[in-house]
């Protein structure tokens, strides 16, 4: 079993950054891709980034250029860097890890960015 835990989350004007961070425990070992998803009210869940154990990354292409992912395997994190945050961006996001028998969620973070 893993275990997921966002933070960061919050409230920022358009144009703010926020950097969120999820740390990972349990099974740890086992574990592949880890990324950040998101949930807007009303809409489904969407993919924002992920990074391989390998740290190649890949983005949606609404983030592309704005938004920054990174791992830190030793201290079993990872990280997403948001810059020009735009108000459609509002929503919880998500830490999600693949492998070891996953995929695993976290509880989420709220981003609640104002216009």
């Known amino acids: 079993q893993v275990q997921l835990v966002e933070s960061g989350g919050g409230l920022v004007q358009a144009g703010g950054s926020l950097r969120l961070s999820c740390a990972a425990s349990?099974?740890?070992?086992?574990?592949?891709?880890m990324g950040w998803y998101r949930q807007a009210p009303g809409k489904q869940r969407e993919l924002v980034a992920y990074?391989?154990?390998?740290?190649?990354?890949t983005y949606a292409d609404a983030v592309k250029g704005r938004f920054t992912i990174s791992r830190d395997n030793a201290e079993n994190m990872v990280y997403l860097q948001m810059n020009s945050l735009k108000p459609e961006e509002t929503a919880v996001y998500y830490c999600?890890?693949?492998?070891?028998?996953?995929?695993?969620w976290g509880q989420g973070t709220q981003v609640t960015v104002s216009s």
């Open positions: 999600n890890a693949q492998g070891g028998g996953g995929p695993y």
């Open positions: 349990g099974s740890i070992f086992r574990l592949d891709a």
């Open positions: 990074i391989t154990s390998g740290r190649r990354s």
